[in-house]
């Protein structure tokens, strides 16, 4: 079932009948992950040129963000599309705000940009959202716990097993005695 599923799923967009839609839940859920990744990149850019006195010019700028959605931490497929709908809606904002970054006069001004924070500011991440990422992360670490705890019984298990033997061997040989 779940592979007729994908295969209508596959065709369906193949043949643009279920298109991604900027008002999709599924895009406004996936909106907050890209932002966050979009703007880790740029943060880091940000650092750069704080460090070293530099600027870029409004053309560079806009050119560095549009470039944002080849990221190769950004999944590609729908992700990207999802990106390219956050750079249609937030595209200036992100700019106005690391322009901030190296404008002297400005509360900002040689701040770091922070992702979290500048995607709530931009209201693409919402109060307690967890986003596709961080309930993968989140999976991986709670399976990973799982498995220590079952290493951990198993190896107590086994410890149990080989402090009976001895003890169960003692009885035998004190029993044989009286």
């Not at 006195?53 to 053309?59: G, I, L, R, S, V």
């Not at 549009?66 to 999944?75: Q, R, T, V």
């Not at 961080?134 to 709670?142: F, G």
Request: some cysteine; hydrophobic content about 35%.
């Amino acid at each position: 079932a779940r592979l007729a599923l994908a295969a209508l799923a596959a065709s369906a967009r193949l043949t643009g009948v279920a298109a991604v839609t900027k008002d999709a839940p599924a895009v406004k859920m996936l909106m907050c992950d890209v932002c966050k990744t979009i703007v880790s990149g740029l943060s880091k850019d940000v650092k750069y040129l704080i460090d070293t006195d530099k600027m870029w010019k409004k053309e560079d700028l806009k050119g560095r963000i549009a470039s944002s959605c080849m990221d190769p931490s950004l999944p590609s497929g729908d992700m990207r599309k999802v990106c390219e709908f956050f750079l249609e809606d937030h595209m200036q904002a992100v700019a106005r705000e690391m322009a901030l970054r190296w404008t002297e006069d400005a509360d900002e001004f040689q701040e770091d940009l922070v992702p979290s924070e500048l995607c709530d500011k931009l209201r693409v991440c919402k109060e307690g959202h967890r986003g596709l990422n961080q309930m993968m992360e989140e999976s991986d670490r709670k399976e990973k716990a799982m498995a220590e705890q079952k290493k951990d019984q198993e190896a107590a298990s086994k410890r149990k097993k080989k402090a009976k033997k001895p003890a169960s061997s003692d009885e035998d040989e004190e029993s044989e005695e009286l």
